[in-house]
Structure formats: structure tokens, C-alpha cells
């Protein structure tokens, strides 16, 4: 299935250029309109991209570097609860991807994938900094799911929702 095509809505042109003076430089704006366009259409597709970076002043690949690089922000749609699991070392060494798998054995979707009725999607992502309490799950932008163990996936969901 193709994704549709997105064009950055006036409103939020007019969002991105309006943080703009806020900065010394109009590159300091990238992660306020990457918000600005998740908020709007829940991911920050390629063609929306190339929009942000002409209105920056930036080349595509420098939005797209941030894009890829912050697990909050997302390139394609993502299920209603985005599922991601650190799967860095400290997370690797408890189990991360014994969770992942039992996520995906559950779901049956697989890491990229969203469920078919689109409520639920699976992301392995690269630390989310609670190295300590590995492995560490956040769904969508809420407070981490931590100690999460392969043993517990199903307790993982309830908690989830």
C-alpha cells in the first residue's frame, strides 16, 4: 500500500517561519518544525523533508539526519501506540531482542510494521538513556516502560493498552 503524499499545510509554513527569528541561525528552528509536522500529520515523510530544509535553508539530508537520529520523530506512519524498544547494549544484554521478537510474535507485525487496523506499530531504537533499568520500552512520548524482561511481554501489552 502507498503511503499518500504529504505537502507541509500553510499553517504550519507559517509555524516554522514564526519560530525562526527566535533563533541566531534559521537551522536552530528543524526541531520545533519537525514537531510542528508530526503534530499535524504524524510523521515527517521525505517529500515534507525537502520542504522544511528549502524553508531552512538546510539541505535535505540534514533534516533527514535529525529525522533519523531522534526515536522521536518518524519517517514513515507509525501505529496509534509506537512501541519502541531499546535494543543498545545494555538493553541487548537483558533480553531486548527477546522482547522485540515476543512483541512481534503477539502483534504479528514485525519491527517497521503496523498492525492492520494501525493500532499498534514496533520500532527498535537506539538507547533511550535509562541504561540502568534495561530494557527500557517508551510507547509514543510517555514516561519509559523499564525492566521490561522476554518473560513479560504479555504483562508489556496490559501496560501498554
Given amino acids: 500500500m502507498s503511503e499518500p503524499s504529504h505537502t507541509l499545510s500553510d499553517s504550519v509554513k507559517q509555524a ?3 519560530e525562526v527569528p527566535k533563533y541566531p541561525e534559521p537551522r536552530s528552528a528543524l526541531l520545533m ?3 510542528f509536522v508530526q ?3 504524524g510523521h515527517v515523510p521525505l517529500a515534507v523533508q525537502r520542504e ?7 539541505r535535505p539530508i ?3 539526519e535529525v529525522v533519523t ?3 522521536m520523530y518518524h519517517e514513515h506512519p507509525v501505529g496509534k501506540r509506537n512501541i519502541q524498544v531499546c535494543v543498545n547494549i545494555a538493553c541487548a544484554l537483558a533480553g531486548a531482542r527477546k522482547v522485540v521478537r515476543g512483541l512481534e ?13 494501525g493500532a499498534y506499530s514496533i520500532e527498535e531504537v537506539q538507547c533511550l538513556g535509562s541504561c540502568g533499568t534495561a530494557v527500557c520500552v517508551q510507547v509514543n512520548n510517555e514516561p519509559f516502560i523499564e525492566n521490561v524482561r522476554p518473560d513479560r511481554v504479555d504483562d508489556l501489552l496490559r501496560t501498554v493498552g
Avoid at 105 to 117: K, S
Wanted: glycine share 8%; aromatic share 6%; proline share 6%.
Fill in 52 to 58: 522544511i530544509a528549502a524553508l531552512l535553508g538546510l
Fill in 33 to 35: 518544525a519537525l514537531h
Fill in 16 to 18: 516554522i517561519l514564526a
Fill in 62 to 64: 540534514e533534516v533527514r
Fill in 69 to 71: 537520529f531522534y526515536p
Fill in 105 to 117: 510474535e503477539r502483534l504479528g507485525v514485525r519491527v517497521g510494521e503496523r498492525t492492520p487496523d
Fill in 39 to 41: 503534530a499535524e500529520i
